[in-house]
């Protein structure tokens, strides 16, 4: 089982439909991160959480550290948003450890 | 001004070929990552490397071997490619608790 469990693994959504990202981990953490990676292949840390919430423009990243659970949500999502969402926990050696990534398709 | 470097982009050899790829990043980081991402675009830790001193080797073969001249340079060398080893290997950066991390644009080895 891996240390970092994301759902779902492929998500189809209309354009300007509201998106959640799932994520739960069972190891130890310093932080999680919410990583984008687009069609390129380019990696871009979205977030970096240790508690509570973050907001960014329409990105919302939550994390519950005594349920080990994180969520990221898109608001009003966008063919633009197209990518591969991926959840990775940081152990306290800096190491990250992924999630197998969500594959998000927004069409117009 | 490219925070994490990468070189080359692509890399295309035959099998027994020694190979390497180099890191660099700008941003004063002290630790360095390099991370495999397998045709499941599944990603793994293969090394950490903080001031030079390696912290993580994650069960990878001996074949990989990473050097770090200095903290901003960190280097992974590769003997005897077998093709299991074609993948994308990414390199990254950050501070302590994983503050700013920060990827480079990835490797794309294709061994032949």
């Known amino acids: 089982k891996n240390e970092v469990e994301q759902s779902p693994q492929n998500l189809t959504a209309q354009e300007g439909e509201f998106i959640t990202i799932n994520c739960s981990y069972s190891v130890g953490i310093s932080a999680l991160h919410w990583l984008q990676q687009h069609p390129g292949g380019g990696i871009v840390s979205l977030f970096m959480l240790s508690s509570g919430k973050k907001k960014h423009g329409r990105l919302i990243a939550t994390i519950n550290i005594q349920e080990k659970h994180s969520s990221l949500h898109i608001t009003a999502s966008h063919p633009r948003d197209s990518a591969v969402y991926i959840c990775?926990?940081?152990?306290?050696?800096?190491?990250?450890?992924f999630g197998a990534g969500t594959r998000l398709t927004v069409k117009p | 001004d490219t925070a994490v470097s990468q070189t080359p982009k692509y890399l295309v050899t035959q099998m027994g070929n020694d190979k390497s790829i180099k890191c660099e990043q700008n941003?004063?980081?002290?630790?360095m990552y390099w991370y495999k991402q397998d045709s499941k675009k599944f990603l793994k830790i293969m090394f950490s490397y903080n001031n030079k001193e390696l912290i993580i080797n994650e069960t990878v073969p001996n074949r990989f071997s990473p050097k770090s001249p200095d903290k901003a340079h960190l280097n992974l060398h590769i003997n005897s490619l077998e093709l299991g080893d074609s993948a994308v290997y990414f390199c990254?950066?950050?501070?302590?608790?994983?503050?700013?991390?920060?990827f480079g644009s990835g490797t794309r080895l294709t061994v032949v």
């Open positions: 941003l004063g980081h002290d630790t």
């Open positions: 990254a950066s950050s501070e302590l608790g994983g503050v700013g991390y920060t």
């Open positions: 990775a926990v940081v152990r306290n050696n800096n190491d990250m450890r």
